[in-house]
């Protein structure tokens, strides 16, 4: 008799192997690729910057708002936004957008499998539509790219599923740490975002693309913290309220972008024509409104460190804020290419400079950088990465705890407010639902002498073929499936109608015995000790709805199992959390005394 074992000993907190390395290895290759994408889009961002508005073929540092073109300017963001239009229809349509959810639906519903036109395309048409006066950042071009990459050099290796997962999000995150310098920012993006996962075989390999991307960008010299910051706030109750206060209205305007973006995109979808021009009418829409803020245009870095010194004023931030929530939400709602970080930082951070008259007294740019992060975190509904994310744009680690408050804060608005971010209403809209809560499987707990029947009705090996046949079609039999046992109630095997089907139809005797037919069998056994996440496959793989549980000494039927107990755990596991009850005695004895009142 043949059995498969599964022994709890071999457990261990994590199944992660040795492998790891090997990708971890991978890894690195990935965040340096990813590091020269990033540095290269970065300068076709300011090519393309000084090309559309100042014809010049250059790298200079030059600013948007000196451009000569003058009124001719508003038809700038246009041209960008046709020759986007022709790439997408014509390239590939997966540049469109802003990167991120469309490395979501690769990792989960494309088996982590980018081609090369994206690599290509994505940081391109980024380039053009920034350049050209998008208002948007460069960091979800570049995690596209970079996810890109990370998925061309896995697809070259013998790597499963997870692991191109894992090196396109390890060439995601090499890539924004390239363009921010924040690498434990795009590791906890990865976590929150990316990986639908928490588990050493991936966190690992990424952290290692993440610190080399670090350490290279370091090495050539380019800058961090980009947004240098020493302010800050005196811990207190009523700063407390402050920060809870910002991170209500992050919270809410992260709701109000989100459906402005869609309400967009809606508006678009009903236009008569072709998806191609739609770039087209968003671009003039960016163009008059760089006529009426030109500091809304492009990535707008400039702005955000202009908030943090406290240079701007709450009238001019105010308009910068509806003109870029705008042209902005419009574009964006158009199909163009862009990214959403630094915008929503911009806007966030105009509006930290607004309420920033009516909060307690702080540094100047303290409560903008509070509003900028809350309001990314709250969009993205990524608070962690939020929260270190402006930690390390600005070195300040002093702001850590009101960052974490804030961004807390805009995460319940926004979860308790809307049924969808940013990112994940893009999927949707594709009809493909996402959950994003991590929990531990109630099959990773729960053992199968938890859960299986101990009184097993069983038959003896000694019952004949026509006995077998009148047992189980007897009125009074309450089940399926029996297991059959020798006189030590070994298991021998299972029968149930079909097998009794087979043997008389393959012309077995009436009067042989189930130990003669079952003698020699496959028995895919369970034992007590094993939990059911094992149990749930080797139902799948016996292709079969119960197994007999024996003991690992002596191999004695002690208990059935089925698939049914397998899902009254998970009943028992959403009823825990929809069930309330008191657990002390003093709800207990009003409760009780409620009732012999009511008795009464």
Not at 55 to 73: H, I, N, R, V
Not at 210 to 239: C, D, K, N, W, Y
Not at 318 to 337: P, Q
Not at 483 to 494: A, I, M, Q, S, Y
Request: aromatic share 6%; proline share 5%; hydrophobic share 50%.
């Amino acid at each position: 008799m043949k059995t498969h074992h599964s022994n709890p000993e071999h457990l261990r907190d994590f199944t992660t192997d040795a492998r790891v390395l090997l990708v971890a290895a991978i890894a690195v290759v990935v965040a340096t690729a990813g590091l020269f994408a990033g540095i290269a889009l970065l300068k076709l961002i300011r090519l393309a910057t000084n090309i559309a508005y100042f014809g010049q073929f250059s790298l200079a540092d030059l600013k948007l708002e000196d451009t000569p073109l003058g009124l001719a300017a508003v038809i700038v963001p246009v041209i960008g936004a046709l020759i986007i239009g022709l790439m997408a229809r014509f390239g590939s349509e997966k540049i469109r957008g802003h990167g991120i959810p469309e490395a979501i639906e690769a990792i989960l519903l494309g088996r982590s499998k980018l081609d090369a036109k994206v690599a290509i395309l994505k940081p391109l048409s980024s380039a053009i539509s920034i350049g050209s006066g998008g208002p948007f950042g460069a960091e979800g071009p570049i995690i596209m790219t970079g996810g890109a990459i990370g998925s061309l050099i896995a697809q070259m290796l013998p790597v499963s599923d997870t692991e191109r997962k894992t090196l396109l999000v390890a060439g995601a995150a090499a890539g924004m740490t390239t363009v921010f310098g924040t690498p434990i920012a795009a590791i906890m993006l990865a976590v929150e975002l990316l990986l639908f996962e928490w588990t050493p075989r991936s966190f690992i390999p990424v952290a290692v693309a993440a610190v080399i991307a670090e350490v290279e960008r370091t090495m050539l010299h380019l800058p961090g913290p980009i947004f240098p910051f020493q302010g800050g706030m005196a811990v207190s109750f009523t700063g407390l309220g402050g920060w809870v206060l910002v991170g209500i209205c992050a919270g809410l305007l992260s709701g109000l972008l989100t459906q402005m973006v869609y309400a967009s995109e809606d508006g678009f979808q009903k236009l008569p024509i072709h998806w191609m021009w739609w770039p087209m009418l968003g671009g003039l829409v960016v163009g008059i409104g760089g006529l009426i803020e030109p500091q809304a245009l492009g990535v707008g870095y400039d702005n955000i460190a202009n908030m943090l010194d406290g240079r701007t004023l709450a009238t001019a931030a105010l308009i910068l804020l509806v003109v870029k929530a705008i042209t902005w939400s419009v574009a964006l709602g158009s199909g163009t290419s862009g990214g959403v970080l630094a915008p929503l930082l911009m806007m966030g951070g105009a509006m930290g400079a607004v309420l920033a008259g009516v909060l307690p007294a702080a540094d100047p740019g303290f409560w903008a950088l509070l509003a900028m992060a809350a309001t990314m975190g709250g969009t993205m509904r990524a608070p962690l990465t939020a929260t270190f994310f402006a930690v390390e744009l600005t070195g300040n680690t002093h702001v850590l705890v009101p960052l974490i408050a804030a961004c807390a804060a805009a995460h319940a608005v926004t979860v308790l407010l809307m049924k969808r971010s940013i990112l994940t209403e893009k999927i949707a809209r594709r009809g493909h639902h996402l959950v994003r809560e991590y929990r531990v499987d109630p099959f990773a707990l729960t053992r199968v002498r938890e859960v299986m029947t101990s009184k097993v009705e069983s038959v003896p090996a000694t019952m004949t073929l026509h006995g077998a046949a009148a047992f189980l079609t007897a009125p009074e039999t309450r089940h399926p499936s029996f297991p059959v046992v020798d006189e030590n109630r070994h298991v021998l095997g299972l029968i149930d109608p079909p097998a009794i089907l087979r043997w008389r139809r393959a012309g077995t005797h009436r009067t042989t015995t189930l130990g003669v037919l079952l003698a020699g069998s496959k028995v895919t056994l369970a034992y007590p000790d094993e939990y059911l996440e094992g149990l749930s496959d080797k139902l799948l793989l016996a292709n079969v709805s119960h197994l007999p549980v024996v003991t690992r000494e002596g191999s004695q039927l002690v208990g059935y199992v089925g698939w049914k107990d397998l899902m009254r755990v998970r009943s028992r596991k959403q009823a825990e959390e929809r069930e309330r009850s008191t657990l002390l005695g003093f709800g207990t004895r009003r409760r009780k005394k409620a009732e012999m009142v009511e008795g009464l």
